[in-house]
């Protein structure tokens, strides 16, 4: 498995060639990395196989010079072409456990959940992370689930071993209460590649989560 895995105190980015102010790719993605963020996910709705996986090689290669994380959203194919450290699935694609089948033992598969039950699932399907959310309400995803709020968070946090990311309308100005309801890992779309300054505002939500962590990086009293 990758020295790097979701669920660590840290931002995990998302990319989002819509949102990214006309922006390269490469652009986007080497401001990130440069930022110090380790864990990246190429997730793009609307674009031909051909240029995904030439946009992913692309990612692949920034990431392991900067020794992060790189993992694919949905495309389990690009994922295993370009050697990807993971791979991240909804509840309507193909199980775990085939997924599992097709990447072998050591690439990531993280599953996105938004119920105790489907977290329960999760765990004994084999999966390597989850995904908690969306937190809030999103425009970054088509067919978005309601926002789950904090309860399933709290839960998660008490009762799921496993790694997780929380994920859904997290900005600066609320990741720090996210942190508190028991998130050490949140990820991030529009606020981090649609910002104008990414290495300011890496900063700044960086310096706004660890307010919502105590000195040793758990949750802090709300």
């Known amino acids: ?19 990214s102010l006309g922006r390269p790719l490469a652009v986007v993605a080497g401001a990130l990395l440069e930022s110090g963020v380790r864990i990246l996910q190429y997730r793009e709705k609307k674009l031909k196989a051909g240029k995904m ?19 694919v959203n949905d495309h389990i ?9 993971g791979v991240h699935i909804g509840q309507e694609d193909l199980p775990v ?13 993280g599953l996105s959940t938004h119920t105790p039950e489907q977290a329960v699932a999760a765990v004994n399907a084999g999966a390597d992370y989850i995904g908690v959310g969306p937190i809030f309400a999103t425009q970054t995803k088509e067919d978005v689930v309601d926002p789950v709020g904090f309860d399933y968070l709290e839960w998660v946090a008490r009762n799921i071993e496993l790694p997780f990311v929380a994920i859904g309308g997290i900005k600066e100005h609320n990741i720090a209460e996210v942190a508190r309801h028991g998130a050490r890992c949140c990820a991030l779309v529009s606020e981090l590649v649609g910002a104008q300054d990414i290495h300011a505002k890496v900063e700044a939500v960086r310096r706004a989560m660890k307010q919502g962590l105590g000195p040793d990086g758990t949750p802090a009293a709300r």
């Open 53 to 71: 996986l030439e946009e992913c090689r692309l990612l692949r290669r920034l990431t392991e010079r900067a020794g992060a994380c790189f993992i």
């Open 1 to 19: 498995m990758p020295a790097i895995l979701p669920g660590r105190t840290d931002i995990y980015a998302l990319t989002d060639s819509r949102l």
């Open 77 to 85: 194919d690009i994922a295993m072409l370009v050697g990807a450290d």
């Open 97 to 109: 456990p085939e997924v599992r089948r097709l990447v072998g033992p050591d690439m990531l598969i």
